[in-house]
């Protein structure tokens, strides 16, 4: 029969049905542990008539068949072990199965526990429990089941969906969010990253680096000034905006020059001062062009770098895998650009 609860119980209300009393605790009705309604004097495996045909009392199981653990209910198994069958064969085995006279008629329950309900101090831990898991009751393990209900279960993570085992459950959900936070920065982190859905690349993105896990090297050779492009690594998708890189640039001789890299053709323009404290857009070409600009140094601002230079971490617009560069103002040296791609952004 079902049991009819009051239809607006308050916090900590009581409800009896015969000898059995529940507690509501704001959002469920729970079982009240009291001294009064244990019973320690039958046998385990001892088996009687049950009135309540919805509720078995704590200690107690019903005698249907189940298969139930042989960890949670040892002290039962040590009394019939697998008479009435060996559930799993490994951790689980079977209950009597002894069917009640019709519907509406007692139950038949077998003695599962050491003891019904305890007092409220003699449970270890379990209080610390909002639902599920395993704790220790006066020595005897009590499985407390777990019912998720504040999401929408799928197949992938499956326990994400396993309403019997919390740690299982927990398990899941772990591993389902870790899932969704790689898919939201772009990719698995070890060099291949689908496009994320909710980036579209468009001008005024935010630059979002999608990370390699080993860089991957690009170098070109110049010979005075250059005006052109060059690729790099084919794991930098077509669509890329942005590429993230350490640069290291030598020159054959003390040849002051500025690198210009950028995601489009981008001509000669002066990008340097003649002589200290000038203004720089009195002799500056239009540099509003979306592009990075890095200093060698050399002839008469007084410092060379000898055997070259490294530029670490610079953003360099791109054109998906293709950079141009320019290197106007060169005064006739020949050397290298070497680049170490570390990332790229769409």
Do not use: C
Request: proline content about 5%.
């Amino acid at each position: 029969m079902a049991i009819d609860f009051p239809s607006s119980p308050t916090n900590g209300q009581e409800y009896s049905s015969g000898s059995v009393t529940w507690t509501y605790d704001g959002t469920a009705w729970n079982l009240k542990s009291t001294a009064a309604t244990t019973n320690d004097s039958m046998p385990i495996g001892a088996i009687m008539w049950f009135a309540n045909t919805t509720t078995t009392p704590p200690g107690w199981l019903a005698a249907d068949g189940t298969n139930v653990s042989r960890t949670t209910y040892a002290a039962l198994f040590a009394v019939i072990g697998t008479t009435y069958g060996s559930g799993d064969g490994s951790s689980t085995f079977t209950l009597p199965n002894i069917s009640a006279a019709g519907s509406g008629s007692p139950v038949y329950i077998i003695k599962a526990t050491s003891s019904g309900l305890v007092e409220p101090s003699t449970v270890s831990h379990a209080a610390s429990h909002i639902r599920g898991g395993v704790d220790i009751i006066d020595g005897d393990r009590a499985q407390i089941d777990f019912v998720p209900s504040y999401y929408t279960r799928d197949s992938s993570p499956s326990e994400a969906g396993n309403n019997t085992d919390l740690t299982a459950h927990l398990k899941g959900i772990d591993t389902r969010l870790n899932t969704v936070a790689t898919q939201a920065a772009g990719g698995d982190l070890q060099g291949t990253y689908p496009n994320p859905t909710f980036k579209s690349g468009a001008a005024g993105d935010p630059i979002i680096w999608r990370p390699f896990n080993t860089a991957y090297i690009t170098e070109v050779s110049y010979s005075g000034a250059y005006n052109s492009s060059f690729t790099v690594t084919t794991n930098v998708p077509t669509n890329a905006r942005y590429i993230l890189a350490d640069v290291f640039a030598t020159a054959s001789f003390s040849d002051h020059q500025n690198f210009e890299f950028g995601n489009a053709s981008i001509g000669n323009a002066q990008n340097w001062v003649n002589t200290r404290g000038q203004q720089p857009s009195a002799l500056f070409g239009n540099l509003q062009r979306n592009t990075t600009i890095v200093t060698y140094t050399g002839e008469s601002d007084g410092f060379t770098p000898n055997y070259g230079t490294w530029y670490p971490s610079i953003t360099i617009p791109s054109s998906g895998r293709t950079i141009f560069m320019n290197n106007f103002g060169n005064s006739g040296s020949t050397g290298w650009v070497y680049l170490r791609v570390k990332a790229y952004s769409l």
